[in-house]
């Protein structure tokens, strides 16, 4: 027996004895009364605590087994005693940590990403992989997506057992390829080989970007690739599958090609993302839209969703039977086959994996707190996928769920019970709260019919004063309206409040009007949902009665997006607000100190009880100086995390030179002696491809952007914000191609400026002119410069060495145009030379004593067209630091380019396989520093 399979029995058992141990334990009747009230609650956060300690303590797994069985042992002896939950909780932590041990250890040998990750097969390298599709063809615009679930490969004529799953594009751009794509006839459970270059790697190695295998692996995705033509493709059969789910998949594709050819690319995007779960059609200007809004989980498949499907669901079954068993079994069919439709992607399978336990509670009539409910959720998921307590996917899908159940719905039935208030044998005497509230929570709660039927019915009368804004409510026929309103506003606030820190790490995103947007989005996407459905069951039958409907579900997704948009081309929707690092990070630890606190507060809130220790009308909650406290703590907190006014790193007295990996391209970032900040470049993105997609309704073909990440927001803006910034003194473009201007847009989006820096301002340049707008609309000044100009930054001085003044400011702005910098600081120089050719090279070359620096950033990513020989041993430089992406599409840099700078006694480092390659001086001493 193979020692790794012996490795993975043994650990499993001992899971399942703990298991064992601790539901007898649990089965008992322990005496603590918090720990009685949430047993699940309290496990799951001792479950998903040891989870994280393992990921940060080297123990092995046996110290985690003895831990957890002597603690199981420990909770079964004491059973009677008040300390037992602390052994039970001890057990709990171990077992946590012994799953993430299990999840991490016995990943098997011949796994495609463990393959990859210790590199036995080189990423992009040349494979034949074999296996069965595990979904239907996922449509895109432009080809589709497959999700293989790998077999077997064939790597330098080795053939290999291989498991795991790989996510394949294959690109269609015209009616012949698809033809050849449709003869192929892949579907569910098709077996297919397929000749491609699997890619698992990072790029872009930068401090704040997220590693891009972690995100293929929060996918369940080993590897990804391009299938480059059908030819590549050989279809050798089909392999058992389930029928049902072949049909769902199938619907799947229909309502998909529906849906993009019978609306327009915003609406059918929006259609296709929200109630099929595929992203592939959402156009990028819409997506923004949403997410300057904070609105864009709307548009992915989520438990918000999965949530409104399943009410939905059981509404309507109601009306054919009241047996819970059937409404389970009913709802959890078509809930979970929605979820295999939308994808089945984590995220969506773990919501309704959580709807089915809240719903299971009803069926065998428990009503268990929902805390409980929560809890056996996290248990269940977590041991399932123990690694996804890291992901945000996880933390934000609990943390708003736990802000729902901890805060909002208590507050709301505290206010409920407030409003409605009236006489009765548990509560004779109105809540002793101040007039101001009781009157507010009337306007929503009070219903003066059912008062005045529930006097009729008593032998004395009383009179009640209520808020006098209620007649007006009830003439109007608002008051149940303002009621859902109030109530979906006041959820949405605390779950943002509650999410404030981790959409600030993750998102740098602060949205002020979200609270509104989130309301107005999920009420209109419902309608307009609605209005597709009808019009996609019409267009089958007739176009002409179909139209009407396809014109009120675009109708209303130009409302959808109009009013965020309104607010978005005004930048008032949402702040982008750096993060902390170091031991600021605490900051967002103890913002949560008096949001717990809240919730302690909250569950003393007696509004009824004569002798409460909480009492709002006097402003007494357990003690009036901790309740302001926790007020006073809470505000000061939120306005660090929003404000940030120590997340910038403080002046050093140092100049440091930083720069970044964004693939073919360039960028980096100057921090001044003093602090200021001077962004040389920003990179630029991959040029995604644009397709003309036509409706059935339409005259003319709309362009399709498709929504994919720029170089400047995912990459440079990232780093940034990780470093603390929120205002970039100055940027500056050395030329006009996209892979150095493009990501500077997005900086002056994201970010305050105060002057953008120029040689030539080509405004019939594309890139350029798309920067020039947003410079504008933000009010910041360009200035340009040329040869002989010398910018000073505290004792540096920044030396403007090419091109030369030119006339006309519209000029061409290539890379023989671009901007050379020499940086100098006491005795030391850096040269910055953008994309300079030979010819420009050789112009500078008529004063070689400028050209003499420490440290160069070779021109033009280390392309055969730059560095000639004389220009090189002109520079003496000590380190030649070369932007490039790990495999650049163009070959750079150059094998003999390298060679010469090496020759000439220089040091060269690439960014692609460096990452962040950081410099500083203090004008003497000379420090580097790679981020890998």
């Known amino acids: 027996m193979p020692n790794g399979f012996f490795h993975q029995h043994k650990l499993r058992n001992t899971s399942k004895f703990l298991v064992a141990n601790l539901s007898l334990a649990m089965s008992e009747n322990l005496s603590s009364k918090n720990f009685t009230l949430y047993p699940l609650f309290w496990l799951a956060i001792c479950f998903a605590f040891g989870i994280v300690a393992a990921n940060f303590l080297s123990f092995g797994w046996l110290v985690y087994s003895a831990i957890g069985t002597l603690s199981a042992v420990s909770t079964i002896a004491f059973i009677k005693q008040k300390f037992v939950p602390i052994f039970l909780f001890v057990a709990f932590a171990a077992l946590g940590a012994l799953y993430f041990q299990v999840g991490n250890q016995t990943v ?11 590199n036995r097969i080189n990423s992009g390298d040349p494979i034949e992989i074999e296996g069965v599709l595990q979904s239907a063809p996922e449509l895109a615009v432009g080809g589709f997506f497959l999700t293989l679930k790998t077999e077997k490969a064939i790597y330098k004529t080795v053939e290999t057992e ?13 009616e012949q390829i698809k033809g050849e794509y449709e003869f192929l006839n892949l579907n569910y459970g098709s077996r297919i080989r397929v000749a491609c270059r699997l890619r698992r790697e990072n790029s872009f190695l930068n401090a704040g970007v997220i590693s891009q295998t972690e995100i293929l692996d929060g996918q369940g995705i080993d590897a990804t690739a391009i299938i480059k033509s059908p030819l590549l493709v050989e279809k050798i059969g089909e392999a058992e599958t389930f029928v049902p789910l072949r049909w769902i998949y199938r619907t799947r594709q229909k309502l998909t090609i529906d849906f993009r050819d019978n609306f327009n690319v915003s609406t059918s995007g929006v259609l296709i993302a929200s109630l099929l779960g595929n992203d592939n059609f959402l156009d990028k ?3 923004e839209v949403f997410r300057d809004g904070g609105t864009f989980h709307v548009l992915v498949i989520s438990g918000l969703h999965i949530t409104f499907i399943g009410g939905l669901t059981l509404l309507f079954i109601q009306f054919f039977t009241n047996k819970r068993l059937w409404q389970f079994v009913i709802a959890n069919l078509f809930l979970w086959s929605y979820a295999l439709a939308g994808g089945a992607n984590v995220p969506v399978v773990r919501a309704t994996i959580m709807f089915t336990i809240l719903l299971f509670s009803q069926v065998i009539y428990r009503n268990g707190t929902l805390l409980n409910a929560l809890g056996l959720c996290g248990l269940i998921l977590l041991a399932w996928r123990p690694n996804d307590v890291f992901t945000p996917s996880f933390q934000l899908t609990f943390a708003s769920v736990g802000a729902i159940i901890l805060t909002a719905f208590p507050l709301i039935e505290k206010l409920r019970l407030i409003g409605s208030w009236s006489p009765s044998v548990e509560n004779p005497f109105p809540p002793k709260v101040p007039v101001w509230l009781k009157r507010f929570c009337e ?6 019919q059912v008062w005045e039927i529930e006097v009729s019915r008593q032998l004395w009368t009383v009179k009640l004063f209520k808020s006098p804004y209620l007649k007006w409510l009830e003439a109007k026929n608002l008051q149940t309206v303002f009621r859902y309103i109030f109530e979906a506003m006041l959820v949405s606030l605390i779950v943002q409040a509650w999410l404030l820190p981790l959409s600030t790490i993750y998102f740098h995103r602060f949205s002020w009007l979200s609270v509104f947007l989130n309301l107005w989005v999920g009420v209109v996407i419902a309608l307009e949902s609605f209005a597709a459905i009808f ?23 130009w409302l959808l997006v109009a009013v965020p948009n309104f607010f978005t081309e005004n930048s008032q929707a949402s702040v982008r607000i750096p993060h902390y690092s170091g031991a600021m990070k605490a900051v967002y630890i103890l913002y949560f100190a008096p949001l717990i606190y809240s919730v302690f507060a909250l569950n003393g809130w007696k509004p009824f009880a004569l002798n409460s220790k909480f009492q709002i009308s006097n402003f007494k909650i357990f003690a009036p100086p901790k309740l302001r406290f926790a007020a006073f703590g809470f505000l000061s907190l939120l306005i660090l995390i929003v404000f940030h006014p120590f997340s910038a790193p403080t002046a050093d007295g140092r100049l440091h030179i930083d720069f970044l990996d964004v693939g073919q391209g360039d960028s980096a970032l100057l921090t001044f002696p003093n602090g200021e900040t001077l962004l040389v470049d920003g990179g630029g993105r991959i040029n995604f491809n644009r397709f003309a997609v036509q409706s059935e309704y339409e005259d003319e073909p709309e362009i399709f952007a498709p929504d994919a990440p720029n170089i400047g927001e995912m990459v440079v803006s990232n780093f940034l914000w990780a470093k603390g910034y929120s205002q970039i003194d100055y940027i500056l473009a050395t030329h006009a191609d996209a892979d150095h201007i493009q990501g500077l847009s997005d900086i002056a989006e994201n970010f305050r400026v105060r002057t953008a820096i120029f040689a030539r301002t080509p405004l019939k340049n594309a890139e350029f002119a798309a920067l020039d707008k947003i410079l504008q609309k933000r009010g910041i000044e360009s200035a340009i410069v040329s040869r002989g100009d010398v910018l000073t930054f505290d004792d540096v001085k920044v030396e403007v060495l090419y091109p030369e003044k030119e006339a006309n400011a519209e000029a061409v702005s290539n890379n023989n145009h671009s901007l050379v910098l020499r940086i100098d600081f006491g005795m030391r120089k850096f040269l910055l030379t953008g994309d300079i050719e030979k010819e420009a090279e050789k112009d500078l070359l008529n004063a070689p004593e400028f050209l003499a620096a420490d440290v160069i950033k070779v021109a033009h990513h280390g392309s055969r067209t730059s560095s000639i020989a004389e220009f090189v041993n002109a520079s003496k430089a000590r380190l030649a630091i070369i932007p490039v992406g790990r495999k650049s599409p163009f070959g750079h840099p150059h094998s ?17 396989d460096n990452g962040t390659i950081s410099v500083s001086t203090d004008g003497k001493d000379l420090q580097l520093k790679t981020f890998e």
């Open 535 to 557: 019009a996609v069951f019409l267009v089958n039958v007739s176009g002409a009665l179909a139209l009407p409907f396809v014109k009120i579900t675009e109708m209303l997704n």
């Open 896 to 912: 003999e380019v390298v060679e010469r700078w090496k020759t000439a006694g220089a040091k060269v480092l690439t960014t692609g």
């Open 108 to 118: 098997a040998p011949n796994r495609v990403k463990k393959i990859y990750d210790e």
């Open 443 to 448: 306007m929503f709660y009070w219903r003066e």
């Open 285 to 287: 200007r819409t997506a």
């Open 162 to 174: 291989i498991s795991g799953s790989v996510r394949l594009f294959a690109a269609a751009p015209d």
